[in-house]
């Protein structure tokens, strides 16, 4: 019975009949409407509350979660215009207009995690440098972003102090004579750990996309690798493609 | 206290110490290595499920949960191998090799969704010819792949026949005259919907990758959206990309 009322209002907020922000029926508006008990009424929401589309704020109670997605796009650590009026027209859509940025940055020498020791190709014992960031949107947490650097190649630079770094640290590489050519993107999608939760105040039934990035100078080695731990109710993941013609294909 | 069992077989897995596919002590003993009741033990196995870190397999006991992800690429569509040996050894890697792949095909003519009939720019009562695909491998669902056409451009073509196309629907759009030469990616994390759950068999704790693809003419008009659901537990999506010189940089 609590599927049948979940999958209901489910449909409602699919549809769009119940917009973002609006409030859902009381727990008593609910007992009566369906005829069922306070503990049917509380397993459904609890269900919608998991699937990630409703909050509970007690005590005015529960309302349609907001999604206000802010546009993750990779490809603008290196090209800050869009190329094509659809990336244009998407972004305006989806623009945090007004909304106030504020970064906080830390920065160590650290033993690296495998996974970035594997894709920088360190041997055990080399250290990495690396850049924590985590940036707000209006006072919330909107992403983690953590930059590795192997660190015999960065050492005396300018990516060792824990400040933004206006020109991007890729151009700081470049001019160290580390400039990439190529990336590797790669993105998970997994249920936050549980210092992602605290660290991002994520509510329950807010997966996260883990992207990794893998950057290469033009003789192939591996400089930088940046992982963004980004949850699924803040942002649109997207890229802009060129698509190549016929005769390219294999 | 049970949160503080789930820390520590946390911990191990993410450590690498319980293997994919291990098998976690069983409850008797847990109960009396941590000196805890049922219960306790139980609420901590049962966090470890819902952030899809063990499965259960009564009644054997509790397992690491394996991952063996397939690799997403959405510029494969139009560009068949890898352009860098970085990312031939990344699909080495993660290669689904030897995993027998199956597909299901529906195709049939429908209003569009609304987030469908906004990206192909249609009009009210603009009807689409939707081709629905579940992919398996090895007799396992692993995603569903929905591509939607304006049904006034290919209504008399191959893309109406629930057969696999073997040199792709989008030559037979370039055959239409409707060649593709941009692509808009979009990607969101969100949890399941329940028939999604049902399609894909997903265990608790599986969040799922939404990517939405529109292709554009060179004149900028949508010919296609594609939309797939990937589980998060079976796919890494993955791009390739060639970075610009600053001097193109904004």
Chains 1, 2 share one sequence.
């Not at 623009?95 to 920088?120: H, Y």
């Not at 998970?188 to 039934?205: D, F, S, W």
């Not at 100078?217 to 930088?224: H, L, N, S």
């Amino acid at each position: 019975m609590y599927q049948q009322i979940a999958d209901e209002i489910r449909g409602q907020i699919v549809a769009g009949d119940l917009e973002p922000g609006a409030k859902l029926p009381t727990e008593a508006e609910m007992r009566s409407a369906y005829d069922v008990s306070r503990e049917t009424v509380r397993k459904a929401l609890n269900l919608l509350v998991n699937e990630g589309l409703v909050v509970s704020a007690r005590p005015q109670g529960h309302f349609v979660r907001r999604r206000e997605p802010m546009i993750f796009r990779p490809q603008t650590e290196f090209r800050k215009r869009p190329h094509s009026p659809e990336m244009d027209a998407f972004a305006t859509e989806h623009s945090a207009e007004g909304r106030e940025p504020r970064q906080v940055i830390e920065v160590a020498i650290v033993e690296p995690p495998a996974e970035v020791a594997k894709r920088l190709q360190l041997k055990a014992g080399d250290l990495v440098a690396i850049r924590k960031r985590v940036r707000y949107l209006d006072g919330e947490p909107f992403n983690i972003n953590d930059s590795y650097f192997p660190l015999d190649i960065v050492r005396d630079s300018e990516i060792m102090r824990p400040e933004d770094i206006t020109r991007g640290a890729n151009e700081v590489l470049a001019e160290l004579g580390y400039r990439q050519v190529r990336a590797l993107d790669e993105l998970y999608v997994r249920m936050p750990q549980p210092e992602e939760v605290k660290r991002l105040e994520l509510p329950p039934g807010t997966p996260v996309g883990y992207h990794i990035t893998t950057g290469f100078t033009a003789e192939g080695r591996p400089v930088r690798v940046a992982t963004t731990v980004l949850p699924g109710d803040r942002h649109v993941i997207s890229y802009e493609r060129g698509l190549e013609t016929p005769g390219e294909e294999a």
